[in-house]
Every structure is written in C-alpha cells, then in structure tokens.
C-alpha cells in the first residue's frame, strides 16, 4: 500500500455497461463519452497512493432489490445487469474502468454508495477524510454519495468531467448545487495536481477551533428544577 498523504479516496459509480452503452434501455446519454477522462483520473489516482472503490450496481434476476422507482423500466428493458451478466446490458465495465490490484469494489442496494454499504467502515478505517466522486448519474448516484458524504463529515470533491447526465442542463444544474453545499468542483485534468493541500480538511479545523472555544453546546441558566434545556423550547 502507498502512502495516501491526501487521506483521499476515489469512488467511481456505476460506470457499468448497462448505464454506458447506447444499446441498453438504462443508458445514460452522456456517460460513454465521460470514459476516457475517467481512466485518466483514475490511473491518477493510482499513481498518487490515493485508494479507488469501484462502486457498482447489480440486480437480482428476481426483482427484488431493484428500485421500485425503476422496476418497470427494468423488467421491460430485459432484467439488465444481473449477476454475472455480459455482454452490453450487463453490470460489466468497459476497459480501463475494471478493478486491479489494490482497488475495492462495493455494490450498493439504492442510489448512493454509503445507503447500506461498507463503504463508511473501511474508509474510516483507513483514515479517509475526503471523497473525490465521479460517474453516473450525477443528480441521482453521484448527488446522493456526495450528500451523504457531506452528513458523514467527509469533504467532498466532484470530478466534473468524469460525471455524466442524461442532458447538459440537468449536469450543469446538478454540479452547481454541489458546489454551493461545499463540495469542491474540479476535472481530471486539474486533478493531476491534486495533494495533501488541495482541500482544507474542515472537520479538524472546526474541532480545532472547539477545543480552545469558551462556548459550551447548550448555554442556560442553572434552576432549581429537573428541567431540562430542551424543555425549554
């Protein structure tokens, strides 16, 4: 294992035939031409110590943990990217976007990569304070990881041409309002550059400015009364 002195991880999402290929009914328009600067960041990130998670979805053959929200469309496009399928409505990636060595891979139930997944425990565990996403699609897969990131205490950076969506107005729209809830929007290109610098980690820097605070969490008057401060509202 390299040292990862940015204590970054990249979450690749859903970047699988099914969601890529023109030929499937699940295809994401802009998704196929997003590839090339995909395997850009993330033999990128591979060079810089900087831990990748391939983070797929696949579907049972029976239904059963498909979304209800796309149950329909999947049942009528050919119960796509089943277990072990091949071919292009598979849960297959294209080249230079499967695993090697050193990579993680996770499958997710629902949207976002941390909804009933490993995916928290082992960057924890490998002491992973930022998340740099990318994938499809941005306002449903890569929009839902970001905001749960964000409630999880991890900063967030979004690689934004490695992201794709169904038109230019929906990723145009999608990326802005990650950036005005925090995450740091950036492209592969910029990416090159990327270290330890790059993102302020604020969750230390906040926990920096608590400890030599005066201030306690909840500020009241001692009474003589079992009265608590949320009883007080």
Not at 28 to 50: D, L, Y
Not at 146 to 166: G, I, K, P, R
Not at 167 to 193: C, H, K, P, W, Y
Request: hydrophobic fraction near 35%.
């Amino acid at each position: 294992m390299k040292e990862n002195k940015t204590k970054s991880a990249l979450i690749v999402i859903d970047m699988e035939n099914g969601f890529i290929k023109k030929e499937s009914p699940h295809c994401i328009a802009g998704a196929e031409s997003t590839i090339p600067a995909c395997v850009k960041a993330i033999e990128t990130a591979r060079k810089k110590g900087i831990p990748v998670f391939f983070v797929k979805r696949i579907y049972r053959y029976d239904g059963s943990d498909v979304e209800m929200t796309r149950y329909e469309s999947w049942k009528c496009g050919g119960r796509s990217m089943g277990p072990a399928s091949t071919g292009l409505n598979s849960a297959q990636a294209p080249e230079g976007l499967k695993p090697k060595n050193g990579d993680y891979t996770i499958i997710k139930p629902r949207w976002s990569a941390f909804f009933h997944t490993e995916l928290d425990l082992i960057l924890r565990r490998l002491q992973i304070r930022t998340v740099i996403l990318m994938g499809t699609t941005t306002p449903n897969c890569v929009r839902t990881t970001c905001y749960d990131a964000n409630s999880l205490e991890y900063n967030v950076v979004v690689l934004e041409d490695c992201c794709s969506s169904m038109t230019e107005e929906i990723q145009r729209v999608n990326i802005a309002d990650m950036g005005r809830m925090g995450a740091l929007i950036t492209n592969s290109r910029e990416f090159e550059s990327y270290d330890e610098n790059t993102v302020v980690e604020m969750s230390g820097k906040i926990y920096g400015e608590m400890e030599v605070s005066e201030y306690s969490p909840e500020e009241f008057e001692e009474l003589d009364t079992d009265m608590g401060w949320v009883d007080r509202w």
